[in-house]
T-cell receptor, first 113, second 113 residues
């Protein structure tokens, strides 16, 4: 059973650019959530996708958007990058029937300069 | 809004001793709590959970205690080992959430030889 895989592992972008982060969910999981984790802080919920639609959103601006594909993999897109977007971005997957039974990936470390 | 917080940002214990990590929450309606362990360079890993109809739950070398009166929970690790060194988070779903989790800020546990 494969876990959650994220790519790339590290990324450096310039302020104002756009970035796409990718996540492959664990086998058998159909729900994907994205979290932002600033240095020294706990993860903060960005949004969740189920059946290719956004199914809940945290307190993040519209320049944070996502997609879920028929194979349940997902992308997180961030437009107009700001310095404060520098963080570890975590993807977590679960089966819709398993309340909160999330498996987290190791994350993508994004640095905005 | 919902919040969870940890009492100490860092905790150092001697190998073989017991560790106690604390967490407070704000919403008395919170009915489910999860403890996660995050090792350096990895995503959070599920340790143990507890529902509000329980006061105590035990796993392998870990025990979670829930005190609903003072809105406090703790994670106890017995016979702490070097592999237990990590950041520990408590998390809870906010009211009306679509399976999102609100995380505390974490406690860095360091096991001393």
């Amino acid at each position: 059973e494969t876990g959650v895989t994220q790519s790339p592992t590290h990324l450096i972008k310039t302020r104002g650019q756009q970035v796409t982060l990718r996540c492959s969910s664990q086998s058998g999981h159909n729900t994907v959530s994205w979290y932002q984790q600033a240095l020294g802080q706990g993860p903060q919920f960005i949004f969740q996708y189920y059946r290719e639609e956004e199914n809940g959103r945290g307190n993040f601006p519209p320049r944070f958007s996502g997609l879920q594909f028929p194979n349940y993999s997902s992308e997180l897109n961030v437009n107009a990058l700001e310095l404060d977007d520098s963080a570890l971005y975590l993807c977590a997957s679960t089966k819709a029937s398993l309340n909160y039974g999330y498996t987290f990936g190791s994350g993508t470390r994004l640095t905005v300069v | 809004g919902e919040s969870v917080g940890l009492h100490l940002p860092t905790l150092s214990v001697q190998e073989g001793d017991n560790s106690i990590i604390n967490c407070a929450y704000s919403n008395s309606a919170s009915d489910y709590f999860i403890w996660y362990k995050q090792e350096s360079g990895k995503g959070p890993q599920f340790i143990i959970d507890i529902r509000s109809n329980m006061d105590k739950r035990q796993g392998q070398r870990v025990t979670v205690l829930l005190n609903k009166t003072v809105k406090h929970l703790s994670l106890q690790i017995a016979a702490t080992q070097p592999g237990d060194s990590a950041v520990y988070f408590c998390a809870t779903p906010p009211s009306g959430s679509a399976r999102q989790l609100t995380f505390g800020s974490g406690t860095q546990l360091t096991v001393l030889p």
